[in-house]
């Protein structure tokens, strides 16, 4: 099931002049429907194991890229795992973050359809329907479904089976798109191991190959 995802800006990177702001991380508004639990939790094992200062100094390396509209609204272009994990441990957790563009306008509507047309929205809920209307976009990190299909692609990419493509918007996504026109055998983000065997034959197989991303020629694959 291919995603009908529009073309994509690609999402500016800090270099060294510039400004981090410090926000807070439940306060910022998501950019897509969806989140894989799976790595959500497993954010949550990893910070629980330090204190708030270590993780802001942590986050200080993993800044997020904002848009910012005119009332001072503030909507995240990346790091969605990596935030939710975190409030889930402490809800009044800043981070570090950048402003990528201000907008001139407080209109929500408005500042949608840019990151609509930038492509920068992901509209598909976690069963894998959409797109949906921008306007349904949830508002809090908090509100995101589980998509088990990405906790799914989470995994094989910890374990060396997918190459990452940080330069292109909602890679993981895409995988798990790929992986929900296969069959596999019932899974969930809590129970991911019923489907893991299937699954890693599947994203190294042939059939894969046009999928950026693709190891089927590579050593983990063999």
């Keep these: 099931m291919p995603l009908r995802l529009p073309a994509y800006q690609p999402i500016p990177a800090p270099d060294r002049g510039t400004d981090l702001i410090e926000v807070s991380a439940a306060q910022l508004q998501p950019t897509q429907w969806c989140v894989g639990l799976a790595e959500i939790w497993s ?15 942590y986050l200080r390396g993993k ?3 904002l848009i910012r509209s005119a009332d001072g609204a503030m ?3 990346d790091r ?3 935030l939710r994990g975190l409030i889930g441990i402490d809800p009044g957790a800043t981070t570090w973050a950048y402003v990528v563009q201000e907008l001139p306008t407080a209109d929500r509507s408005a500042v949608l359809a840019y990151l609509h047309n930038q492509g920068w929205l992901y509209l598909y809920d976690g069963r894998g329907n959409g797109p949906h ?15 088990p299909y990405r906790s799914l692609v989470w995994k094989l990419k910890q374990e060396g089976w997918i190459k990452p493509q940080p330069l292109i918007p909602y890679h993981e996504f895409r995988w798990g798109a790929w992986l929900r026109s296969r069959p596999l055998p019932p899974f969930s983000s809590r129970r991911l191991d019923p489907a893991l065997a299937a699954a890693r034959q599947l994203v190294c197989s042939a059939a894969a190959h046009d999928m950026p991303g693709w190891k089927g020629d590579k050593k983990a694959c063999r």
């Design 80 to 82: 969605h795992h990596r």
């Design 75 to 77: 909507w995240m272009l």
């Design 133 to 147: 209307p921008v306007e349904q976009l949830p508002k809090s990190l908090l509100g995101l479904d589980d998509d």
């Design 43 to 57: 954010r949550e094992k990893d910070f629980a194991q330090d204190s708030r200062q270590q993780r802001l100094d």
């Design 63 to 65: 800044p997020v890229p």
